[in-house]
């Protein structure tokens, strides 16, 4: 018995010995493989008698365990290690760079139009459109606004040169004759917006050749200023995304509306810097009134019967004030690192209901 | 509009402040610009009384002055001539802003002397540039008391926009009525004494118009006035015209311009001896000339109103007066016309001579034709009180315009259409302030229109008026209740898929660009050139002078531009409109972009390279991926438009009438003749040609249909000639078993190496599908037999050995 432990505690030491899986299955060939030392005891048995066979086998079987369970133990010990070895090799610098992959940027217009639109449409407004160069007649005259009439004048009317049937051609100075275009196809009830190019021939600081506007018309039996003016403070709130913004109704003067009114919402400019929400000052921010009885008649609709109410925005405008925009003329000049940094992310697409809260 | 309070209480009785009337302006429609107070530039300077003064013991020209402000007493030492002891002036003291020199005052020391303050001139106050001595003040003058006041210069003056259709509130009295219907106070009487006439006018006026163009001057008074004399009007009324910002210049003159802005009432005088004979209304001969009040000369053309004498033009009717007929300091007779202009031909003429003036812009939004005799009454008083002389009788030509009219104003309309309930007592009131003659007829009120409102034609008018006036403050909120429960989908289509593009390309890497609709025509002749139909008549500069025919031009430019700042390698993209025509169909929504330079920076992963072909038609895959297109059916053939790189650009269409896009290089020809480095990669994708979804087939998708067998991956290379299109090849191996093919892919393009000239290798993975059982290799043999043999048919080619 002596020298089963005395084996043992070679093995033993040989297996912890081992420094690698090669060494180890050495180890596992020189105790257990066919010529090994234990392997060679069990062997001895048959030249025992019954009872010492017995208490030997016992015994040699036990060391056979237990030398096997030790080698088993220490390949798992040295496959582990193995592992982290190859995995310490494997070692990058993670505070790389990624690969480089472009960015793209959606114009903080396209981005002012689709915030619009997602308002208005909660309200069951509708998206229309028309062409941007246009008749007269719907630019215009349709609109209440005759020939030689002084806002005809004031509106710094680009003209094409292409004449239809004595009817001149031009680049629409407003979105207003889609409201034209939607009355002459279509019955009431009309809910629509109608955001598109809008083209003046001015050009400086605060005016560009071309511009957006979204334009709105809502025309059914009963919709009175009333109407108007909770559908415009709730945009105006929605869109600034300030509960409490003071919304006022100012009497001004638009051909195409009776009454007409202009909207300002509330700011202050103290400190030097403007912010929109409640203040001492206010801000124009659209133009709006009730469709006027001309207009209906012009589009053949009864103005005895329906009714209803138009606004136009700017979006260059709505965008300045709400994103801190300086100058209206850089929208247009493509310039990289305006378009980044005033621009929006392609996965940002407004929604009310997706807008996240605080 | 400019007026001072001063002036408004003239014509309205009223306790109201300038802040409150300014507030009350802007809620009535009378939009406040600006209210200046010009007492806030001098609120620091008070009366001084100079208790003493005398020389200063150490300089000549200077005196030493001691001035009391009411309370105390500063020693000053004051370098003006006038300076003496007794007299009051305007002191300034220590600290105060010396408006007229732009400095705050300091205490110092001159010639050892300590000056407190200073005596001030008027041009040290603002007043003029006058600096020869200080302001004398008149003894009634309290010391301490304003100076504003003691200058009479704390008159607030306001601004006020007036839009195109209030023509009445263009004189001060318009104003008033206005501020008066809305509670602030009450609209003075305007008292009209006939002037007595004591003569004949030797002068006769002659309205030389034919029916047609009789409304162009329908209407007008005139009185000759003799033994005159025009000197300068008196203080009361320069300072009022001063304080609007208008110079006076004669009594004469001074006295038509305050009847042009206290009553929207513009007149003109003719100095009556260089009128030759009687005047003619008549319209204009083409060719005639004017030399006008401004110094210049005018050409006419022959459909302006001119009052004429009998040899020539002397004023252009509702416009501006002649210089020839000018009334000057010598003046002794004098010609007074109060005539009644058609608004839209006084318009025309302004603009075609771009000649603008207060009558002008009077006339074209139209003066109150009753009061062309009251004007001419009110101004023959005047006349008479400043300048003198004698007024002869009143001479009329011509017939007031008859403008009465009247309009019934439902009781419930202002409820119905305004959305406010505003009292029976209370609408009636606003409208009897405003001028309106309302009669009760039970159901609704009668009501006839003042002379002065143009504007009003209709009962929308007239419930404007009452909403307006009762407040639009006043006019409750009420929400605008949608029509269904759920919002219905608001866009259509083809804007969704505008929408979608715009996003889909962003987040591929390009940025969304603005761009003009119009260039410059050589930019567009260079891609396909737009019809003369579309070339602007008054472009804004000589290069922004066409309509676009395609978008590319004003992006390859953007890119331009970033790139001569430094930035070369920009993606951009567009998504809107251009044009081949006039007409709306002429008129297409394309999305397009471009790609300039390299794909990206260099990187420890890897190189970056120049864009290609493949990137532009990588973005038209991936927009039509996103719009849900299926363009698998449609041709990609090599025929894009000339502005492409020939040999690498392509045309993807379901035929000629139906181009879905092109893409590919952008001819280096084209960007040599933007002054813009290459490479740039572009495209262009006409949306409204896309497929439309078929209609019926809803959110529902076709049954999915899973094998149970693995697919199999077989790989061929043809040999085909250098022509043969990689996807005609594939097509053709698709084609030659489509129960089994499920997809076909090119992996590689060989030419060169051992393959002859004109040849080249093109190498597929067939991917086979079996359904039924697991494919055994004589059918996978079969199915390789026939793409070979399908191949050799459509391309000619050959299995490469």
């Known amino acids: 018995m002596q020298d089963l432990e005395a084996l043992k505690s070679e093995l ?41 066979r017995k208490a030997a086998g016992q015994a040699f079987n036990a060391l056979k365990d237990e030398i096997a369970g030790a080698i088993e133990a220490r390949k798992t010990a040295l496959s582990a290690s193995g592992l982290d070895a190859r995995l310490a090799e494997e070692k990058i610098d993670v505070t790389l760079p990624v690969r480089p992959e472009r960015k793209g940027y959606v114009h903080p217009i396209s981005q002012t139009i689709d915030e619009v639109i997602s308002i208005f449409g909660e309200m069951g407004f509708t998206v229309a459109e028309g062409p941007d160069i246009e008749e007269d ?20 009317t680009f003209y094409i040169n292409a004449e239809k049937e004595g009817r001149r051609m031009v ?36 005016h560009s050749p071309m511009f957006h506007q979204v334009e709105g018309l809502v025309v059914n039996e009963t919709t009175h200023m009333g109407h108007l003016k909770g559908c415009l403070m709730e945009f105006c709130r929605a869109f600034f995304g300030i509960d409490d913004l003071p919304v006022r109704f100012r009497p001004s003067y638009f051909p195409f509306t009776e009454p007409s009114a202009e909207v300002d919402i509330g700011c202050t400019r103290e400190g030097g810097g403007l912010k929109i929400g409640a203040g001492d000052d206010w801000l124009e921010i659209l133009g709006s009134g009730m469709v006027n009885p001309a207009v209906l008649e012009n589009c053949g609709i009864d103005s005895a019967k329906y009714q209803g109410f138009a606004f136009g925005m700017g979006v260059e405008r709505l965008a300045m004030l709400k994103y801190g925009i300086p100058d209206l003329r850089t929208f247009y000049d493509s310039d990289i690192r305006w378009l980044e940094h005033f621009g929006f992310a392609p996965l940002d697409v407004p929604s009310l209901l997706g807008r996240a809260v605080g | 509009m400019k007026f001072s309070l001063t002036w408004l209480e003239q014509e309205l009785e009223t306790d109201a402040g300038p802040r409150e009337i300014a507030d009350e302006l802007t809620m009535i429609g009378l939009e406040l610009e600006s209210l200046d107070d010009p007492a806030d530039k001098l609120k620091d300077f008070v009366v001084g009384h100079v208790e003493d003064a005398r020389p200063h013991p150490d ?52 010639r050892g002397v300590t000056s407190n303050g200073m005596l001030l001139s008027e041009r040290e106050v603002g007043l003029s540039d006058e600096h020869e001595g200080i302001i004398e003040l008149g003894g009634d003058a309290v010391p301490g008391a304003p100076a504003a006041e003691a200058l009479g210069m704390s008159d607030p003056v306001f601004d006020i926009g007036i839009t195109p259709n209030r023509g009445d509130c263009l004189g001060v009295r318009g104003v008033a009525r206005d501020l008066a219907a809305a509670g602030i106070g009450t609209l003075k009487p305007l008292l009209i004494e006939p002037v007595e006439g004591k003569f004949e006018s030797p002068i006769k006026v002659h309205l030389d118009l034919d029916d047609e163009t009789m409304s162009a001057c329908p209407y007008f008074v005139g009185r000759y006035f003799r033994g005159v004399k025009n000197g300068p009007s008196p203080d009361w009324l320069q300072q009022k015209l001063l304080a609007i910002g208008l110079r006076p210049i004669s009594a004469l003159v001074d006295i038509t311009n305050l009847l042009t802005m206290a009553y929207g009432r513009p007149l003109h005088v003719f100095d009556a001896d260089k009128v030759h004979g009687d005047i003619h209304v008549r319209l204009s001969r083409k060719g005639e000339k004017i030399l006008a009040l401004d110094g210049k000369e005018y050409e006419l053309d022959d459909e302006m109103t001119v009052i004429a004498d009998e040899k020539e033009p002397e004023a252009l009717g509702g416009v501006m007066g002649g210089e020839i007929s000018g009334c000057t300091g010598e003046t002794v007779n004098v010609f007074l016309e109060s005539a009644y202009f058609d608004p839209i031909r006084t318009a025309a003429t302004g603009r075609k001579l771009n000649l603008t003036s207060d009558a002008r812009y009077r006339f074209e939004r139209g003066i109150d034709p009753d009061f062309v005799l009251d004007g001419a009454e009110l101004a023959s008083r005047l006349v008479l009180d400043l300048c003198g002389g004698e007024a002869s009788d009143i001479v009329i030509a011509g017939e007031k315009p008859d403008v009465s009219r009247s309009y019934p104003l439902r009781k419930h309309r202002v409820k119905e259409l305004g959305g406010v309930e505003v009292s029976e007592e209370e609408t009636v009131r606003i409208l009897n302030v405003l001028g309106f003659n309302v009669t009760d007829n039970g159901d609704a009120w009668e009501c006839g229109v003042p002379s002065w409102r143009h504007d009003v034609v209709g009962e929308a008018d007239l419930v404007e008026e009452v909403a307006r006036i009762h407040g ?72 922004l002078d066409v309509m676009r025919p395609s978008l590319l031009p004003n992006l390859i430019d953007a890119a331009r531009r970033n790139a001569d700042k430094g930035f070369g390698n920009v993606s951009l993209y567009e998504v809107g409109p251009q044009f081949a025509g006039e ?26 390279r120049e864009v290609d072909a493949f990137d532009a038609k990588a973005d038209v895959m991936a927009v039509f991926e996103q719009l849900g297109v299926s363009a698998g059916s449609a041709r990609i053939s090599t025929d894009a438009p000339a502005w492409y790189h020939p040999g690498r650009s392509g045309t993807i269409a379901f035929g000629p009438q139906q181009v879905l896009a092109h893409f590919g290089e952008i001819h280096p020809g084209i960007l040599q003749a933007m002054d813009a480095g290459g490479p740039m990669a572009g495209f262009e994708i006409y949306l409204e040609n896309l497929p439309r979804p078929k209609d019926g087939k809803s959110a529902m998708r076709p049954p999915l249909t899973l094998s149970a067998f693995q697919p199999v991956e077989r790989d061929f290379a043809f040999i085909v000639d250098d022509g043969v299109a990689a996807d005609d090849l594939a097509k053709a191996a698709q084609a030659a078993d489509k129960k089994l093919i499920s997809g076909v892919r090119v992996f590689d393009e060989f030419q060169g190496g051992d393959l002859e000239a004109g040849k080249k290798s093109l190498a597929i993975a067939v991917t086979l599908q079996p359904t039924q059982a697991t494919l055994t290799d004589e059918e996978i043999e079969a199915v390789s037999g026939k793409v070979v043999a399908n191949v050799a048919k459509h391309t000619k080619g050959v299995l490469r050995g």
């Open chain 1, 12 to 52: 033993t030491a040989a297996i912890d010995g081992a420094g690698d899986l090669d060494a180890l299955e050495a180890v596992r060939v020189a105790a257990l493989g066919r010529k090994g030392s234990v392997t060679g005891l069990m062997k001895t048995l048959g030249r025992l008698d019954a009872d010492e």
């Open chain 2, 583 to 608: 007409n709306p169909e002429d008129q297409a929504t394309v999305a397009s972009g471009v790609r300039a330079g390299l794909t990206g920076p260099r990187n420890w992963a890897g190189g970056s």
């Open chain 2, 59 to 110: 300089a000549d020209r200077l005196q030493v002055c001691r001035v009391n402000n009411g309370t105390e007493t500063f020693e000053v030492v004051c370098g003006a001539p006038n300076a003496r002891t007794g007299m009051k002036g305007v002191f300034a003291p220590e600290g105060s802003y010396i408006p007229g020199i732009d400095t705050v005052l300091k205490k110092t020391k001159i």
């Open chain 1, 137 to 156: 007649w719907y630019n215009f005259t349709a609109l209440n606004i005759p020939q030689d009439h002084p806002a005809r004048q004031e509106h710094d």
């Open chain 2, 472 to 543: 639009f403050d006043n006019i409750p909120a009420v929400p605008l209740v949608r029509e269904t429960n759920l919002p219905s989908p608001a866009v259509s289509l083809p804007q969704a898929r505008r929408a979608r593009a715009r996003r889909a390309l962003a987040g591929r890497g390009l940025t969304e660009s603005v761009t003009f609709s119009f260039l410059p025509r050589k930019h567009a002749d260079l891609f396909g050139g737009v019809p003369d139909a579309v070339n602007l008549v008054n472009p804004i500069s000589a290069d």
């Open chain 1, 171 to 206: 680049l629409r100075t407003h979105t207003s004759p889609v409201q034209i275009r939607t009355m002459q196809s279509r019955k009431p009830p009309i809910r629509i917006i109608v955001p598109g190019r809008t083209y003046r021939s001015d050009h400086d600081a605060t």
